[in-house]
């Protein structure tokens, strides 16, 4: 077993990244640049998201969009 080289999700990519969550060694198709996190993280931490805002939204505010 090498230490460095194959993603440890897909385990065929190259490592590109560390997770700094978890520390998981993945490949660019896994990580997420924006967050830094592989993808595993990143459903973990965007599954929670919406929970953690802590504030009711006000009324009429569905449509909100970008
Ligand atoms: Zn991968
Ligand atoms: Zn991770």
Do not use: Q
């Not at 490949?27 to 924006?34: G, R």
């Amino acid at each position: 077993m090498s230490v460095s080289g194959s993603c440890e999700i897909c385990v065929t990519g190259e490592v590109r990244h560390t997770c700094r969550r978890c520390g998981k060694l993945v490949c660019s198709k896994h990580f997420d640049e924006e967050t830094g996190l592989c993808v595993e993280c990143l459903s973990e931490v965007d599954g929670s998201r919406d929970r953690t805002t802590g504030e009711d939204p006000p009324d009429g505010v569905d449509t909100y969009r970008f």
